[in-house]
């Protein structure tokens, strides 16, 4: 495609899960009016990762444009709200074992003067509570297992993200996108055909046919069909960075109470998660096979979750992680799983997909196809995943584990720490102005400032200096009592859940 390319008049779409489903929703509302055709293509035989994910208050905004009211998604895709990630046995530093990440909401104004000056004081040395569960609304919400949201008397906004069943998510968005016109084919694609430039033309198909377009969108998931196979785009691996490349997932039953976090447990050779839905918990082991045996790293999963003796099978996966080196490449955009992936510790896949779509419609939208376009866009994708990987490496380079050679081998492993990265960990343990080395670097356009205090504070990373006075600590009392009553205008969150059918 080059700068003389018209906009496209047919889009396919490669790939039917929720990062292809997603893509076609939104581009079906801004795009079939002008006169453009969109089709998904979906195997017969290929499944859907479903694994019961979690999102960033993001995917809120996605519906918000959409007109998608909550209570019309929500109890079809079995989700529940997400004030935040609890981050389980990360840290040793005694205090700091179990520290909350959570989305802010516009009370935690009030409150955040307190966190950094706590933050500041524990720098110096004083024994104050520097972890952000205190702090924040949304922790307190979880702790009570209240949903986000507010009662009318109680005029400050939250700001949530779900979890869902990513398979169920793709069958709503499937039927969303059906009903403004986008078309449906199932069948196997098995290879793609390039022009004389070496475009895509077409995609032919197990059944026979030759499908055309003039252009196409790669959501083949992990098996990147075109953006990797056809066009053979260089990928971009962060093996060096991130040490795992496995996961487990296997469900549970939920009870009746259900906290809105995700919680996210270190292990002996990576990270569990559970996820609350409304049917299940889903629950997984994300580890590096170099370390432990897919069977070994079942058991210690099976052993934490409860289900040693139950025949409820496991779902192993394989996970490649990195970026491809052109999200954009030619007539053919990869979003989901076929342009990369970060392993889920921040649940942040779904959140680059919608980045992915959204912002490339801003130029489908302008008909700008120019070679300078193309590198600016793909260089706003990398600078997006590249972000989102070092905020993850920061958690294996914070925590204090040393119980096997999987969390000795993270902590040695300099490779993976980027320049970046360097500088956000000098400012910190220097006692540095943290918000403006962010700001220096741009970081708050991907990563809020918030998340970084969380995570550093939240894993107890402090320099060893001598004791010294504590500071804001006397405001904790009052402090604890706000949080009381401002969590009394919020209900259960059950019962919100089953309230919306
Ligand atoms: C362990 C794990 C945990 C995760 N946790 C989270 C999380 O908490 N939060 C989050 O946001 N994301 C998470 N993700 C990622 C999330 O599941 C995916 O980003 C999301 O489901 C989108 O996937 P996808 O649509 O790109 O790919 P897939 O779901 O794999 O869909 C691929 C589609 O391509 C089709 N296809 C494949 N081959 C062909 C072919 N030859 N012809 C035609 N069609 C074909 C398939 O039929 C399918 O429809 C997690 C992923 C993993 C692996």
Not at 17 to 33: C, F, N, R, V
Request: proline share 4%.
């Amino acid at each position: 495609m080059n700068a003389n390319s018209a906009p496209p008049k047919k889009i396919l779409i490669v790939g039917g899960g929720s990062a292809g489903w997603m893509t076609a929703l939104m581009y079906g509302e801004s795009l079939i009016k002008t006169g453009v055709e969109i089709t998904v293509l979906e195997s017969p035989t290929v499944g859907v990762i479903g694994v019961g994910e979690g999102s960033t208050p993001a995917l809120k905004r996605y519906f918000d444009a959409l007109g998608i009211a909550e209570s019309e998604w929500m109890a079809e895709c079995n989700a529940t709200y997400k004030t935040g990630i609890a981050f389980d046995g990360w840290s040793t530093k005694p205090g700091y074992e179990s520290y909350f990440h959570p989305f802010a909401t516009m009370v935690d104004n009030l409150t955040l003067p307190t966190f950094i000056e706590n933050i500041h004081a524990r720098q110096r040395g004083a024994h104050v509570d520097a972890r952000p569960n205190r702090y924040f609304l949304s922790s307190r919400l979880s702790d009570d297992a209240l949903a986000p949201k507010a009662s009318e008397n109680f005029p400050f906004f939250t700001t949530y993200g779900y979890h869902f069943d990513a398979a169920l998510l793709g069958q709503f968005l499937h039927k969303k996108a059906a009903a403004l016109g986008v078309k449906h084919k199932v069948c196997h694609v098995t290879h793609a055909t390039r022009d004389a430039q070496g475009d895509i033309a077409a995609v032919a198909t197990e059944e026979g046919e030759l499908l055309a377009a003039d252009f196409f969108i790669d959501c083949s998931g992990f098996s990147a069909l075109l953006i990797g196979k056809a066009l053979e785009t260089p990928f971009v691996s962060y093996a060096d960075n991130l040490l795992n490349d496995s996961a487990i997932a296997m469900p549970t039953e939920i009870g009746a109470r259900i906290e809105p976090k995700t919680v996210s447990a270190a292990m002996k050779f990576g990270w569990a998660w559970q996820i609350p839905l409304t049917n299940r918990y889903g629950n997984g082991y994300v580890y590096s096979s170099a370390f432990v045996s897919a069977d070994q790293a079942e058991t210690e999963l099976r052993a934490k979750i409860g289900t040693l003796e139950s025949d409820t099978p496991a779902r192993h996966l394989k996970m490649k992680l990195g970026r491809v080196a052109k999200h954009w490449n030619r007539n053919c955009l990869a979003v989901g799983l076929s342009q990369g992936f970060l392993e889920p510790l921040e649940a942040t896949a779904l959140y680059l997909t919608q980045m992915t779509a959204a912002i490339f419609l801003l130029f489908l939208e302008k008909g700008d196809f120019s070679e300078a376009a193309q590198q600016a866009y793909n260089q706003q994708i990398h600078d997006y995943f590249d972000g989102h990987r070092d905020y993850i490496v920061a958690h294996y380079k914070t925590n204090t584990r040393t119980d096997t050679e999987y969390w000795r081998t993270n902590a040695g492993n300099l490779n993976g720490v980027s320049d970046s990265l360097k500088h956000i960990f000098q400012t910190w343990i220097e006692g540095g102005d943290l918000v403006a080395e962010l700001r220096r670097q741009d970081i708050e356009r991907y990563y809020p400032i918030l998340s970084w205090h969380a995570l550093l504070a939240g894993m107890g990373t402090f320099p060893d200096v001598a004791p010294a006075p504590a500071g804001a600590a006397d405001m904790l009392a009052p402090m604890d009592d706000f949080m009381r009553r401002c969590a009394l205008n919020f209900r259960d969150h059950r019962t919100v859940l089953e309230s919306m059918g």
